[in-house]
């Protein structure tokens, strides 16, 4: 297995709040990702990057940053929480070295905002 | 854009018996890479199998076969003997040309009978 930890797994906030969900890796990848997963639309790209200090956005990054200040941390921040950002956050990482470049997960953060 | 279409929400197969999950996808980009992932109940994402666009055979990971139709632009998977451990959500994705990024589709839901 992919060594990828997400903390906190479970987090529940109220709107108005900052959030910061956190990836930490040990592969020394130099890939990593936030999805969310909502149902109905499967995972959605929100920001990644592509080393230390080089990020950018996905598909759905409106109300998140990130910042990469090593190479195994990857944090993303929600700076005012809001109920439609209740989901579930994926990390993942990959080596795009490999021509595959598959994509490895960590077990996701399930986060609620009231 | 990269589209990723799942059209079975729900599927059902009996223990034993061989299923297929559809996939099609659409994208202008000669150079792409399609993905299937695992989601059981416990949430996790796990990399199943991977195609390349460029690849003459079908890919093949024990059980899990896909079905690239490139004409097509399909790419089916194939569990063969199904188990009961199989039960769960599975998604296919779609790496474009030179972007790392994955786009998923919605899932699809397989339920392993007896």
């Known amino acids: 297995d992919a060594g990828i930890t997400q903390s906190p797994r479970h987090k529940v906030t109220e709107t108005g709040t900052p959030v910061t969900l956190r990836c930490h890796q040990t592969?020394?990848?130099?890939?990593m990702y936030w999805y969310r997963q909502d149902p109905g639309h499967g995972l959605r790209l929100i920001h990644y990057?592509?080393?230390?200090?080089?990020?950018d956005k996905g598909e759905v990054s409106d109300g998140y940053s990130v910042s990469r200040s090593k190479t195994e941390d990857f944090l993303l921040t929600l700076e005012s929480a809001t109920s439609s950002q209740t989901s579930v956050y994926f990390c993942a990482i990959s080596d795009s070295g490999q021509a595959k470049n598959i994509q490895y997960f960590g077990a996701g953060t399930r986060l609620s905002v009231l | 854009a990269q589209k990723i279409t799942q059209t079975q929400p729900g599927m059902f197969v009996q223990e034993k018996e061989a299923v297929t999950l559809d996939c099609t996808y659409d994208t202008s980009d000669p150079s792409y890479g399609l993905f299937w992932y695992k989601q059981p109940s416990s949430g996790e994402m796990i990399f199943l199998i991977y195609?390349?666009?460029?690849?003459?055979q079908n890919a093949t990971e024990g059980r899990y076969s896909l079905n690239f139709q490139k004409a097509r632009k399909s790419a089916n998977l194939v569990i063969s003997a199904s188990q009961l451990g199989d039960s769960a959500m599975y998604f296919c994705a779609m790496r474009s040309g030179t972007a790392s990024k994955l786009t998923f589709g919605t899932g699809t839901r397989l339920q392993v009978t007896l």
């Open positions: 195609q390349g666009s460029y690849d003459q």
């Open positions: 990057s592509y080393g230390v200090k080089d990020t």
């Open positions: 592969e020394n990848h130099r890939y």
